[in-house]
Protein backbone atom coordinates (compact mmCIF):
# COMPACT_ATOMS: atom_id res chain seq x y z
CA UNK A 1 0.00 0.00 0.00
CA UNK A 2 1.52 3.35 -0.78
CA UNK A 3 0.16 7.18 -0.75
CA UNK A 4 1.52 10.26 -1.59
CA UNK A 5 0.43 13.69 -2.92
CA UNK A 6 1.43 16.47 -5.34
CA UNK A 7 3.54 19.40 -3.46
CA UNK A 8 2.58 18.81 0.33
CA UNK A 9 2.27 23.14 0.44
CA UNK A 10 -0.98 24.96 -0.91
CA UNK A 11 -0.03 28.50 -2.82
CA UNK A 12 -1.04 31.86 -2.00
CA UNK A 13 -4.96 32.97 -1.99
CA UNK A 14 -6.63 34.15 -4.78
CA UNK A 15 -7.19 36.90 -2.11
CA UNK A 16 -4.06 37.75 -1.79
CA UNK A 17 -3.12 38.66 -5.34
CA UNK A 18 -5.26 41.17 -5.32
CA UNK A 19 -4.82 42.86 -2.06
CA UNK A 20 -3.29 46.17 -3.24
CA UNK A 21 -6.65 46.98 -5.36
CA UNK A 22 -8.43 46.42 -1.87
CA UNK A 23 -6.47 49.00 -0.28
CA UNK A 24 -7.36 51.62 -2.53
CA UNK A 25 -10.52 50.73 -2.43
CA UNK A 26 -11.11 50.89 1.34
CA UNK A 27 -9.55 54.39 1.39
CA UNK A 28 -11.58 55.69 -1.54
CA UNK A 29 -15.04 54.41 0.52
CA UNK A 30 -14.20 55.60 3.45
CA UNK A 31 -13.70 59.66 1.70
CA UNK A 32 -17.29 59.06 0.00
CA UNK A 33 -18.80 57.26 2.94
CA UNK A 34 -18.06 61.19 4.86
CA UNK A 35 -19.27 62.82 2.26
CA UNK A 36 -22.11 60.99 2.13
CA UNK A 37 -22.98 61.28 5.87
CA UNK A 38 -22.60 65.02 5.67
CA UNK A 39 -24.87 65.24 2.12
CA UNK A 40 -27.55 63.14 3.62
CA UNK A 41 -27.85 65.34 6.69
CA UNK A 42 -27.62 68.92 4.87
CA UNK A 43 -30.02 67.68 2.11
CA UNK A 44 -31.66 65.40 4.88
CA UNK A 45 -32.05 62.90 2.08
CA UNK A 46 -32.68 59.33 3.36
CA UNK A 47 -31.28 57.37 -0.04
CA UNK A 48 -28.65 59.42 0.61
CA UNK A 49 -27.77 57.95 4.15
CA UNK A 50 -28.70 54.49 2.89
CA UNK A 51 -25.95 54.72 0.30
CA UNK A 52 -23.97 55.79 3.42
CA UNK A 53 -25.09 53.28 5.60
CA UNK A 54 -23.98 50.66 2.32
CA UNK A 55 -20.68 52.39 1.95
CA UNK A 56 -19.87 51.81 5.39
CA UNK A 57 -20.42 47.87 5.16
CA UNK A 58 -17.72 48.44 2.29
CA UNK A 59 -15.54 49.82 4.28
CA UNK A 60 -15.53 47.73 7.52
CA UNK A 61 -16.08 44.55 5.18
CA UNK A 62 -13.12 45.25 2.57
CA UNK A 63 -10.67 45.69 5.85
CA UNK A 64 -12.32 42.36 6.95
CA UNK A 65 -11.12 41.13 3.76
CA UNK A 66 -7.59 42.52 3.66
CA UNK A 67 -7.09 41.30 7.47
CA UNK A 68 -8.10 37.92 6.58
CA UNK A 69 -5.92 38.07 3.66
CA UNK A 70 -3.04 39.10 5.64
CA UNK A 71 -3.71 35.87 8.71
CA UNK A 72 -4.26 33.37 5.48
CA UNK A 73 -1.26 34.00 4.54
CA UNK A 74 0.48 33.33 7.50
CA UNK A 75 2.06 29.54 7.32
CA UNK A 76 0.41 26.46 8.44
CA UNK A 77 1.33 24.82 12.18
CA UNK A 78 0.61 21.77 13.94
CA UNK A 79 -2.55 23.35 15.28
CA UNK A 80 -3.74 24.52 12.16
CA UNK A 81 -2.17 22.35 9.44
CA UNK A 82 -4.11 24.42 6.47
CA UNK A 83 -2.94 27.60 8.35
CA UNK A 84 -5.86 30.74 8.33
CA UNK A 85 -6.90 30.39 4.79
CA UNK A 86 -10.44 29.90 5.61
CA UNK A 87 -10.83 33.53 7.45
CA UNK A 88 -11.12 34.68 4.14
CA UNK A 89 -14.44 32.61 4.07
CA UNK A 90 -15.20 33.81 7.40
CA UNK A 91 -14.98 37.32 6.34
CA UNK A 92 -17.28 36.78 3.35
CA UNK A 93 -19.96 35.39 5.35
CA UNK A 94 -19.69 38.43 7.69
CA UNK A 95 -19.64 40.77 5.01
CA UNK A 96 -23.33 38.87 3.67
CA UNK A 97 -24.76 39.28 7.00
CA UNK A 98 -23.94 42.98 7.33
CA UNK A 99 -25.26 43.68 3.87
CA UNK A 100 -28.45 41.94 4.79
CA UNK A 101 -28.77 44.09 8.41
CA UNK A 102 -28.48 47.03 6.17
CA UNK A 103 -31.07 46.29 3.62
CA UNK A 104 -33.52 45.85 6.36
CA UNK A 105 -33.23 48.64 7.92
CA UNK A 106 -33.01 50.88 4.63
CA UNK A 107 -36.62 49.36 3.76
CA UNK A 108 -37.82 50.30 7.34
CA UNK A 109 -37.12 53.63 7.64
CA UNK A 110 -38.40 53.98 4.08
CA UNK A 111 -41.85 53.05 4.89
CA UNK A 112 -41.80 54.94 7.96
CA UNK A 113 -40.82 57.99 5.86
CA UNK A 114 -44.55 57.51 3.46
CA UNK A 115 -45.98 58.44 6.66
CA UNK A 116 -44.25 61.59 7.42
CA UNK A 117 -42.22 62.88 4.55
CA UNK A 118 -39.47 65.12 4.82
CA UNK A 119 -38.26 68.08 2.79
CA UNK A 120 -35.65 66.64 0.33
CA UNK A 121 -32.75 69.33 -0.85
CA UNK A 122 -32.61 67.38 -4.07
CA UNK A 123 -29.48 69.74 -5.70
CA UNK A 124 -27.10 68.46 -2.87
CA UNK A 125 -28.50 65.18 -2.94
CA UNK A 126 -27.74 64.92 -6.70
CA UNK A 127 -23.84 66.41 -6.37
CA UNK A 128 -23.32 63.53 -3.62
CA UNK A 129 -24.30 61.06 -5.64
CA UNK A 130 -22.85 61.72 -8.65
CA UNK A 131 -19.39 61.94 -6.77
CA UNK A 132 -19.98 58.36 -5.06
CA UNK A 133 -20.81 56.96 -8.40
CA UNK A 134 -17.74 58.04 -10.23
CA UNK A 135 -15.29 56.93 -7.19
CA UNK A 136 -17.63 52.99 -7.62
CA UNK A 137 -17.13 53.09 -11.40
CA UNK A 138 -13.63 53.50 -10.62
CA UNK A 139 -13.60 50.74 -7.56
CA UNK A 140 -15.34 48.20 -10.05
CA UNK A 141 -12.71 48.67 -12.23
CA UNK A 142 -10.18 47.96 -9.81
CA UNK A 143 -12.05 44.78 -8.59
CA UNK A 144 -13.20 43.23 -11.89
CA UNK A 145 -10.25 40.86 -12.49
CA UNK A 146 -9.84 38.97 -9.14
CA UNK A 147 -13.96 39.08 -8.68
CA UNK A 148 -13.76 35.51 -10.71
CA UNK A 149 -10.48 34.67 -9.00
CA UNK A 150 -11.56 34.85 -4.97
CA UNK A 151 -14.77 34.92 -2.91
CA UNK A 152 -13.47 37.35 -0.68
CA UNK A 153 -12.57 39.66 -3.68
CA UNK A 154 -16.45 39.15 -5.16
CA UNK A 155 -17.84 39.38 -1.78
CA UNK A 156 -16.33 43.23 -1.83
CA UNK A 157 -16.98 43.87 -6.07
CA UNK A 158 -21.19 42.86 -5.23
CA UNK A 159 -20.84 45.69 -2.62
CA UNK A 160 -19.35 48.34 -4.57
CA UNK A 161 -21.37 47.42 -7.74
CA UNK A 162 -24.36 47.64 -5.13
CA UNK A 163 -23.37 50.71 -3.71
CA UNK A 164 -22.98 51.72 -7.50
CA UNK A 165 -26.81 51.06 -8.13
CA UNK A 166 -27.97 52.64 -5.01
CA UNK A 167 -25.24 55.50 -6.43
CA UNK A 168 -27.42 55.76 -9.57
CA UNK A 169 -30.88 55.48 -7.53
CA UNK A 170 -29.88 58.43 -5.64
CA UNK A 171 -29.21 60.36 -8.97
CA UNK A 172 -32.18 59.86 -10.55
CA UNK A 173 -34.55 60.91 -7.08
CA UNK A 174 -32.61 63.70 -7.01
CA UNK A 175 -33.23 64.70 -10.47
CA UNK A 176 -37.08 63.65 -10.06
CA UNK A 177 -37.26 65.71 -6.73
CA UNK A 178 -35.67 68.71 -8.67
CA UNK A 179 -38.65 68.21 -11.59
CA UNK A 180 -41.50 67.30 -9.41
CA UNK A 181 -41.13 68.35 -6.03
CA UNK A 182 -42.46 65.45 -4.93
CA UNK A 183 -40.52 64.03 -1.56
CA UNK A 184 -41.15 60.71 -1.93
CA UNK A 185 -38.77 59.93 -4.16
CA UNK A 186 -36.33 59.93 -2.05
CA UNK A 187 -37.90 56.58 0.61
CA UNK A 188 -38.58 54.98 -2.94
CA UNK A 189 -35.01 55.12 -3.96
CA UNK A 190 -34.49 53.97 -0.34
CA UNK A 191 -36.40 50.55 -0.73
CA UNK A 192 -34.92 49.63 -4.19
CA UNK A 193 -31.51 50.63 -2.44
CA UNK A 194 -32.09 47.58 -0.42
CA UNK A 195 -34.36 45.12 -3.08
CA UNK A 196 -30.79 46.09 -5.23
CA UNK A 197 -28.63 44.52 -1.52
CA UNK A 198 -30.84 40.98 -0.60
CA UNK A 199 -29.92 38.70 -3.91
CA UNK A 200 -26.16 39.64 -3.76
CA UNK A 201 -26.69 39.38 0.29
CA UNK A 202 -28.03 35.28 -0.32
CA UNK A 203 -25.58 34.27 -3.41
CA UNK A 204 -22.44 35.44 -1.18
CA UNK A 205 -23.89 34.31 1.97
CA UNK A 206 -24.91 30.54 0.16
CA UNK A 207 -20.75 30.58 -1.32
CA UNK A 208 -19.38 31.08 1.55
CA UNK A 209 -21.61 28.37 3.58
CA UNK A 210 -20.86 25.69 1.13
CA UNK A 211 -17.01 26.25 1.33
CA UNK A 212 -17.48 26.51 5.64
CA UNK A 213 -19.54 23.16 4.88
CA UNK A 214 -16.77 21.44 2.59
CA UNK A 215 -19.06 21.26 -0.20
CA UNK A 216 -17.75 20.44 -3.95
CA UNK A 217 -16.07 22.57 -5.35
CA UNK A 218 -17.97 25.07 -8.20
CA UNK A 219 -17.10 23.17 -11.33
CA UNK A 220 -15.83 20.18 -10.42
CA UNK A 221 -18.05 16.92 -11.08
CA UNK A 222 -16.92 14.16 -8.93
CA UNK A 223 -18.32 11.55 -11.36
CA UNK A 224 -16.32 12.84 -14.01
CA UNK A 225 -13.37 12.87 -11.90
CA UNK A 226 -13.56 9.28 -10.76
CA UNK A 227 -14.10 7.99 -14.36
CA UNK A 228 -10.97 10.24 -15.23
CA UNK A 229 -9.00 8.46 -12.54
CA UNK A 230 -10.18 5.24 -13.61
CA UNK A 231 -8.82 5.79 -16.77
CA UNK A 232 -5.75 5.64 -15.68
CA UNK A 233 -3.11 2.44 -16.45
CA UNK A 234 -3.09 0.01 -13.55
CA UNK A 235 -6.17 1.82 -11.87
CA UNK A 236 -8.83 -0.18 -11.04
CA UNK A 237 -10.96 1.11 -8.68
CA UNK A 238 -11.53 4.67 -6.54
CA UNK A 239 -12.99 4.92 -3.25
CA UNK A 240 -13.69 7.49 -0.63
CA UNK A 241 -13.39 10.44 -2.83
CA UNK A 242 -13.42 13.74 -1.78
CA UNK A 243 -12.89 17.19 -2.64
CA UNK A 244 -13.55 20.63 -1.06
CA UNK A 245 -12.13 24.29 -0.67
CA UNK A 246 -9.68 25.55 1.68
CA UNK A 247 -10.58 28.95 0.50
CA UNK A 248 -11.76 30.56 -3.14
CA UNK A 249 -8.91 29.45 -5.70
CA UNK A 250 -7.67 26.90 -3.34
CA UNK A 251 -9.20 23.03 -4.09
CA UNK A 252 -7.97 19.78 -2.58
CA UNK A 253 -9.07 16.35 -3.47
CA UNK A 254 -8.41 13.01 -1.72
CA UNK A 255 -8.96 9.83 -3.01
CA UNK A 256 -8.24 6.05 -1.90
CA UNK A 257 -6.72 4.58 -5.36
CA UNK A 258 -7.29 0.64 -6.21
CA UNK A 259 -4.58 -0.63 -7.98
CA UNK A 260 -2.77 -4.03 -9.83
CA UNK A 261 -0.06 -5.16 -7.81
CA UNK A 262 2.40 -4.61 -10.56
CA UNK A 263 1.57 -0.97 -9.81
CA UNK A 264 3.30 -1.24 -6.11
CA UNK A 265 6.43 -2.34 -7.63
CA UNK A 266 9.02 -0.02 -7.23
CA UNK A 267 9.10 2.99 -9.79
CA UNK A 268 5.58 2.02 -10.85
CA UNK A 269 4.29 3.47 -7.94
CA UNK A 270 5.73 7.66 -8.67
CA UNK A 271 4.86 7.31 -12.02
CA UNK A 272 1.18 6.32 -11.32
CA UNK A 273 1.23 9.00 -8.26
CA UNK A 274 2.58 11.79 -10.67
CA UNK A 275 0.25 10.58 -13.85
CA UNK A 276 -2.64 10.69 -11.03
CA UNK A 277 -1.95 14.28 -10.04
CA UNK A 278 -1.20 15.90 -13.19
CA UNK A 279 -4.63 14.22 -14.35
CA UNK A 280 -6.24 16.61 -11.69
CA UNK A 281 -4.29 19.53 -12.48
CA UNK A 282 -4.62 19.43 -15.97
CA UNK A 283 -8.44 18.47 -16.29
CA UNK A 284 -9.85 20.18 -13.02
CA UNK A 285 -7.07 22.44 -11.79
CA UNK A 286 -6.39 20.91 -8.47
CA UNK A 287 -2.87 21.50 -7.53
CA UNK A 288 -3.24 19.75 -3.94
CA UNK A 289 -3.72 16.24 -4.01
CA UNK A 290 -3.74 13.40 -1.86
CA UNK A 291 -3.26 9.30 -3.06
CA UNK A 292 -3.59 6.10 -0.84
CA UNK A 293 -3.07 3.37 -3.44
CA UNK A 294 -4.55 0.29 -2.40
CA UNK A 295 -3.66 -3.27 -4.13
CA UNK A 296 -6.69 -5.22 -5.38
CA UNK A 297 -8.22 -7.02 -2.70
CA UNK A 298 -7.33 -5.03 0.09
CA UNK A 299 -10.62 -3.58 1.20
CA UNK A 300 -12.10 -7.38 1.18
CA UNK A 301 -9.33 -8.21 3.36
CA UNK A 302 -9.23 -5.57 6.14
CA UNK A 303 -13.34 -6.38 6.72
CA UNK A 304 -14.10 -3.34 5.21
CA UNK A 305 -17.75 -2.97 3.01
CA UNK A 306 -17.23 -2.05 -0.47
Not at 86 to 115: G, H, M, P
Request: proline fraction near 3%; charge should be negative.
Amino acid sequence: MGAGHDHGTLGASAGSRHAARLRVVVATSAAILLLQIVGGVLSHSLALLADAGHTATDVFGVAMALVAIRYAARPADPERTFGYYRLEILAAAANAILLFAVAVWVTYKAVLRFDEPVEVAGGTMLVIAAIGLAVNLGGLLLLRRGKDESLNIRGAYMEVLADMLGSVAVVVAALLIRLTAWPGWDPLASILIGAMILPRTWLLLREAVNVLLEGTPKGIDLSDVRRHLRATDGVTDVHDLHAWTITSGLPVLSAHIVVEPRVLDGERTGTTLNTLRECLHGHFDVEHSTFQLEPVGYRESDGVCV
